[in-house]
């Protein structure tokens, strides 16, 4: 590199150097003895929108992005820009601070913190114009980094009220105001539906004039005013609650806030909501989130509703094409859901029970697979792998997880349900107690899982899973029976899907096809061709009855329908 080379500074160069020539004496960087933080404010970004809370007062802001922030910038630069959105809409009437961000993304804490940064030229022009809205007011700015399950502004990064959204199409406005006059202030307004430069929001933006149209005087304005399809409660109270219903789109937050109506406890609700499973309460909020956006549509409330709009929403779900078992959960969903907002006809719905027989007849749910694969095919590839000390930890969990799935065809939730603790090694098997609660647990149940010895030791998931447990011996941080073979830390049922799935693929079955829960299918399926007992596999299954076997899980093998197609046609040909 040439040091004596001539260089020719760009514009933004130029400027940057003629601000510090003349503020180098007067400003001083950052503070060595910094001063008492006055007001805490945490922000979020997520794609949909932006969020922020102040700590002390409660006050808080979020808005979804506009389209061309959405579209074309980094979450890191809608991190920051959260940051300024809070700033704007939170203290724009605050001066001589300190105002301390808390924030779960490093990268915006850093331009905070160094004053912009080199790692993105568009980051560090938006850093400068957070510093410069600061020092015009004389804030000092500090950032801080939280862990993402800390953040409370997470929520509002997430959470919109649809109902505010509503807008005239710019050039009918121009129109009606070449007709009438030109207002000098809009109302009703966000940050994105605004007609006018100069508007009111329900709830703090940055960039407007006031908050709440209804808390400000009317009489020196020529205002505008866009009404919402469907009645307006003008009742501040009766407004007010009405749009944090609408706002809280997340059911779980929901129902605690019904609960706590009740007089009940934060903590108290909170218990009563983890009553359902974390899978079920995920399938229930994505349900709940299409029920919300669809009375939205329709301008209803999502809370207090009838038995009429539910068949109505359910049969649209029937014309939409959603099969019978979608259509179930949202009818499941919504049942259990609508009566903590004091829905009392939930109490008798024997015309939607009808409804649901007559969605079974016309649209029966249809299962998974057809035929299944080979498990001698899987059996095959396992064999061939070798001796399990020879094995990488990696194949060796691979093989270790396939062959118990083979041999007990449980669920992934049973897998991460072995532990070391509960294990008792016989003779001629290992017997785990499972003592966590499964899916099919019922009150008073108690429930192992034993696995026996097999003549054939390279597919012997007795012996397999002792090599895995004296392998993993040393290096282990859980009991559990699965651990990573990166972290050796305990897995989800996630990870052991995608072991499965792998092994699958490895062996050559194809997994566009079968997913890793076709192993209990697979497994069970085979031992009754081979002349297993039915009671021994329903044992084995942890299943009640044969109803469920025979409709969804046992299949014929994909090569015993091959080979008898074949024998049919050279029989007949």
């Known amino acids: 590199m040439d040091f004596d080379k001539k260089v020719q500074l760009s514009d933004f160069s130029i400027l940057e150097l003629k601000w510090w020539l003349n503020n180098v004496e007067t400003k001083h960087g950052k503070l060595i003895r910094p001063m008492p933080v006055h007001v805490i404010c945490r922000t979020d970004a997520s794609f949909p929108g932006y969020g922020g809370i102040d700590l002390s007062s409660e006050k808080h802001t979020n808005g979804r992005w506009a389209s061309e922030e959405k579209h074309n910038k980094s979450i890191n630069y809608l991190e920051l820009l959260a940051i300024f959105y809070a700033l704007q809409a939170l203290y724009y009437d605050i001066q001589n601070t300190h105002i301390e961000i808390q924030s779960d993304n490093t990268t915006a804490v850093s331009f905070i913190s160094e004053f912009g940064g080199m790692a993105s030229s568009d980051m560090d022009v938006l850093a400068k114009s957070i510093w410069m809205w600061c020092i015009e007011r004389n804030i000092h700015l500090s950032a801080t980094h939280i862990p993402g399950k800390s953040n409370t502004a997470d929520y509002y ?3 919109f009220s649809s109902s505010t959204e509503w807008m005239l199409k710019m050039d009918i406005f121009e129109r009606i105001c070449l007709h009438f006059f030109r207002p000098d202030i809009d109302l009703f307004a966000s940050r994105l539906n605004k007609r006018l430069n100069k508007f009111v929001s329900w709830f703090p933006e940055p960039g407007a004039s006031f908050t709440d149209a209804f808390s400000v005087s009317w009489q020196n304005m020529s205002p505008y005013a866009t009404k919402t399809p469907g009645p307006i409660d003008i009742s501040p109270q009766q407004r007010g609650t009405s749009l944090r219903e609408e706002a809280s789109t997340h059911r779980s937050n929901s129902i605690r806030e019904a609960l706590q109506g009740r007089g009940l406890s934060g903590e108290l609700a909170d218990f009563i909501i983890k009553s359902w499973s974390t899978g079920t309460r995920k399938q229930y909020q994505h349900a709940w989130r299409h029920w919300g956006i669809w009375n939205d549509i329709r301008c209803s409330s999502a809370f207090q509703t009838s038995e009429t709009v ?10 939409s094409g959603k099969s019978y078992s979608v259509i179930n959960t949202h009818k499941a969903m919504l049942l259990c859901t609508l009566p903590f907002f004091w829905n009392s006809w939930c109490k008798n719905t024997d015309l939607i029970s009808r409804f649901m027989r007559r969605v079974f007849i016309s649209k029966p749910p249809k299962p998974r697979y057809i035929a299944m694969w080979d498990v001698s095919i899987v059996l095959r590839f396992l064999e061939s792998l070798g001796k399990t000390s020879d094995l ?3 194949i060796l969990t691979f093989k270790t997880v396939a062959l118990v799935a083979l041999a007990i065809a449980p669920r992934a939730q049973t897998l991460i349900s072995l532990c070391l603790n509960n294990m008792i090694v016989e003779k001629d098997a290992i017997v785990f107690m499972i003592s966590d609660i499964l899916k099919t647990t019922a009150h008073g149940d108690s429930f192992s899982v034993r696995i026996e010895h097999f003549r054939n030791e390279s597919l012997c998931a007795m012996h397999t899973l002792l090599d895995y447990i004296e392998a993993t011996k040393k ?3 859980s009991n559990s029976l699965s651990i990573s073979y990166v972290t050796f830390k305990k897995v989800t049922t996630s990870t052991i899907a995608r072991w499965l799935k ?10 566009e096809v079968f997913k890793a829960h076709s192993f209990r ?11 297993c007992s039915l009671k021994s596999i329903l044992k084995t299954a942890n299943w009640k009855s044969d109803k469920n ?4 899980y046992y299949r014929q093998c994909l090569s015993r329908i091959f080979h008898s197609v074949m024998h049919y046609l050279l029989y007949k040909y």
């Not at 539910?310 to 014309?319: P, R, S, W």
Request: proline share 0%; glycine share 6%; net charge positive.
């Open 157 to 159: 990064s997430r959470n």
């Open 475 to 477: 290096v282990r941080l």
């Open 392 to 394: 990488s930890l990696k």
């Open 521 to 531: 299918g697979a497994a069970t399926s085979a031992a009754f061709n081979r002349g």
């Open 310 to 319: 539910v068949l109505t929403y359910l049969f649209y779900l029937h014309k």
């Open 549 to 552: 076997f025979r409709k969804f």
């Open 502 to 511: 792998l092994t699958l693929s490895l062996a050559g079955i194809d997994t």
